[in-house]
């Protein structure tokens, strides 16, 4: 299926805005209007604010500041003002470099993610973008930056749409990226297959890598999962009389008793003397919608409740 495109942006654009703890939007003396966060911005028409923004501030364009989902009304701007300033240097400073070549590496970064790395063949420097701010940008997009730690303006058209901040690079992934770009042409001819294979490995190492991450965070969620259960019988256990008689649950009636005294919460236990029992949760859940998932209980659309199933 087609991916939507919005005038010069994706639906990566949007998804960039919703994880942004700051939003800052501007109508420049032109009418383009300017909407920034920490680490990207676009240049926009009213269309792609209207399919891009406002969906996801429900603001319509203006000079406002969002932060932390509150609006800030911010008032009548001019030239001066430091964002459209910011673009306009961004876009004065990328004006006589050359576009960059992306090179096709996938590399991640440390508490970043996955970046994409590009090349200046004249200047000779590499500078890494997240990906999910080059995403955003429309496919055929090109990026212009004077220096590897500069933001880079983002073109479509030869007309410039965004810019973003870029990340820091570091030596292992500068001469990788320079050996891909660099290599003598006779070399690469004799080479290509040995090249093709190191590619595969890379490849075959970074879905391992991605594999791994993916197994450690299921162990992490399962014992989260074990913990809140340790949790559910000790707050069972003390919640008995003192010099009661301790009697043996199991546990579907340790996650039940769990929830039983939470006010406005319903609590059924199905299957109680099966091997597989499943502790249902309605009623008022909302309020304790976190709680519940932490806890391990999935929500079941048909039945409009939560569930816990325990094997």
């Known amino acids: 299926m087609a991916r939507k495109i919005y005038g010069n942006f994706t639906p990566d654009a949007a998804k960039a805005l919703k994880n942004s703890d700051r939003i800052t939007c501007r109508i420049a003396p ?10 990207a911005g676009f240049k926009m028409c009213a269309p792609e604010y209207a399919a891009v923004v406002q969906p996801v501030t429900c603001c319509e364009a203006g000079n406002w500041t969002y932060i932390n989902g509150t609006k800030r009304e911010d008032g009548p701007i001019d030239e001066t003002d430091a964002i459209l300033k910011f673009f306009a240097d961004a876009a004065d400073n990328a004006a006589e470099a050359e576009p960059l070549e992306r090179c096709p590496l996938q590399y991640t970064v440390p508490k970043v993610g996955t970046v994409a790395a590009y090349y200046s063949d004249s200047k000779d420097f590499v500078t890494l973008f997240n990906t999910k701010f080059t995403g955003a940008f429309a496919p055929g997009a090109v990026l212009r930056t ?71 965070n299921e162990l992490r969620e399962l014992a989260q999962q074990q913990a809140h259960k340790i949790e559910a019988m000790q707050a069972a256990e003390a919640s008995k009389p003192q010099g009661a008689a ?66």
């Open 146 to 216: 004077p220096a590897t730690l500069r933001p880079a303006a983002v073109y479509s058209d030869g007309a410039m749409v965004g810019l973003i901040m870029p990340v820091r690079s570091n030596e292992k992934i500068d001469r990788s990226v320079k050996a891909y770009f660099n290599a003598p042409t006779e070399q690469v001819s004799q080479d290509s297959s040995e090249a093709d294979k190191l590619r595969e490995e890379l490849a075959r190492l970074q879905n391992k890598l991605n594999q791994a991450e993916a197994e450690a």
């Open 246 to 311: 301790v009697e043996p649950k199991t546990a579907a009636e340790m996650i039940a008793a769990r929830w039983a005294n939470v006010e406005g919460v319903t609590v059924t236990v199905k299957g109680a003397q099966t091997a597989a029992p499943v502790v249902w949760l309605s009623g008022s859940t909302k309020p304790h919608t976190k709680e519940i998932e932490a806890a391990g209980g999935h929500w079941s659309h048909k039945k409009n409740a939560y569930y816990f199933r325990v094997a």
């Open 30 to 39: 032109s009418g383009d209007i300017y909407v920034a966060t920490n680490y």
